[in-house]
């Protein structure tokens, strides 16, 4: 397989879109409104082996950063997931203590400083679960108990994509026989939901998960003891990959709409409680991979443009008015894929996570940080 072959493969062992393809770039106009808010700082890197991409990232706070992906993708023998650890002044990798090795790492959730999960694939054939803290993680074997003792819940061919975690409860979101799947637990007490429309889920926050059917966007919310579909707009082609929970009675979710190679516009859902509803954006052909909040209404979605492929894309949005924000070009990168993106409290600042591609077709992890512009000084 060819670095160009590989690249587009890229799309499905990352499972953040559907149907990425090669796109000639095409014109472009952002908002009328400039961006006076927020500038870019810095572009870095965790330093991952490689063709190493960043697929996730969680901030419990401004020293304590978690972030998730794959290193040497394209190695079937040494490709291996990878957990990083910034603890205010320097990324350092977190050991994983198993034998059979984690592939690649999807997602991430925290229910304490001490309490961290994430979740992807096993070398095995199985998904996998770890669960830890900066001393190191641990996999996790979800069972369920049976007249004849424990068994395990998950069986090779279960995906998991995404997942949230809280006191005493974890919830991982996937597919099994292209159908949602939910695995709800903790401990030795696990249990797994099959959700009764076709598709997959690829995002969990309190109490949503989102994903698509194979056609249209999926939100299922937990409500009366099980899992269950909820009313949205219809939109053909639409598929949904995260999703910011801020209460019963505010969220977003973020995908896309793809009608065709190469003809893919972004898609972001509000949820107030009542309905799902269709956010208005700016004209763009953007990919949406990853959605951020303040929890105070402010959100941020990090993603990809084909038509200014080689800059950082992030859209910013607020009380319904959208804004798309772009970091500089660096020299050498071809392109730029923000995967994931999270909210730095008590700093104003997100970092979101991917990787960058060379011109040589080589995959570099990346992470972009963006604050608030300070403020100028008056003589």
Same mark, same amino acid.
């Given at each position: 397989m060819t670095r160009r072959s590989r690249r587009r493969a890229l799309s499905l062992i990352l499972a953040t879109s559907v149907a990425l393809s090669q796109v000639t770039p095409a014109a472009h106009a952002d908002p009328s409104r400039p961006a006076t808010i927020e500038a870019w700082q810095q572009s870095t890197s965790v330093r991952l082996?490689?063709?190493?991409?960043?697929?996730?990232?969680?901030?419990?706070?401004?020293?304590?950063?978690?972030?998730?992906?794959?290193?040497?993708?394209w190695d079937v023998w040494k490709n291996r997931g990878t957990i990083r650890h910034w603890n205010g002044t320097a990324w350092a990798e977190v050991s994983i203590r198993d034998a059979t090795a984690a592939g690649n790492l999807r997602g991430l959730a925290a229910a304490a400083p001490s309490d961290v999960w994430a979740?992807?694939?096993?070398?095995?054939?199985?998904?996998?679960?770890?669960?830890?803290?900066?001393?190191?993680?641990?996999?996790?074997w979800p069972q369920e108990r049976v007249a004849e003792g424990m068994r395990q819940v998950l069986r090779a061919g279960d995906w998991l994509g995404g997942i949230d975690a809280k006191p005493g409860k974890v919830v991982a979101v996937g597919s099994r026989d292209r159908q949602g799947l939910v695995l709800t637990g903790q401990g030795n007490t696990w249990t797994v939901q099959e959700i009764k429309e076709k598709g997959s889920l690829y995002a969990v926050a309190g109490g949503f998960a989102v994903g698509d059917t194979g056609t249209e966007p999926l939100?299922?919310?937990?409500?009366?003891?099980?899992?269950?579909?909820?009313?949205?707009?219809?939109?053909?082609?639409?598929?949904?990959?995260?999703?910011?929970?801020?209460?019963?009675?505010?969220?977003?979710?973020?995908?896309?709409v793809y009608r065709g190679p190469g003809d893919i516009s972004p898609l972001?859902?509000?949820?107030?409680?009542?309905?799902?509803?269709?956010q208005a954006l700016p004209d763009s052909e953007a990919r949406l991979y990853g959605v951020t909040g303040d929890g105070k209404g402010r959100y941020w979605m990090a993603g990809y443009d084909p038509a200014r492929a080689a800059e950082p894309f992030v859209m910013r949005c607020e009380k319904g008015d959208c804004e798309?924000?772009? /970091?500089?070009?660096?020299? /050498?990168?071809?392109?730029?894929?923000?995967?994931?993106?999270?909210?730095?409290a008590g700093k104003s600042t997100i970092w979101a996570v991917g990787h960058a591609v060379d011109t040589a077709d080589r995959y570099t992890d990346v992470v972009e940080s963006f604050a608030p512009k300070p403020a100028e000084s008056k003589s």
């Open positions: 082996a490689a063709d190493g991409s960043l697929s996730d990232v969680l901030a419990i706070s401004s020293s304590d950063v978690w972030a998730v992906g794959q290193q040497a993708i979740v992807g694939d096993g070398h095995d054939g199985l998904p996998y679960l770890a669960h830890g803290d900066v001393t190191g993680f641990d996999r996790v939100v299922v919310h937990y409500s009366g003891g099980s899992w269950k579909s909820m009313p949205l707009p219809s939109i053909p082609g639409g598929y949904l990959r995260d999703i910011q929970t801020d209460s019963s009675k505010r969220a977003v979710a973020v995908g896309g972001v859902l509000t949820w107030n409680g009542k309905r799902w509803k269709r798309i924000i772009r /970091g500089d070009a660096k020299k /050498g990168r071809s392109s730029v894929r923000l995967q994931s993106v999270a909210y730095l």
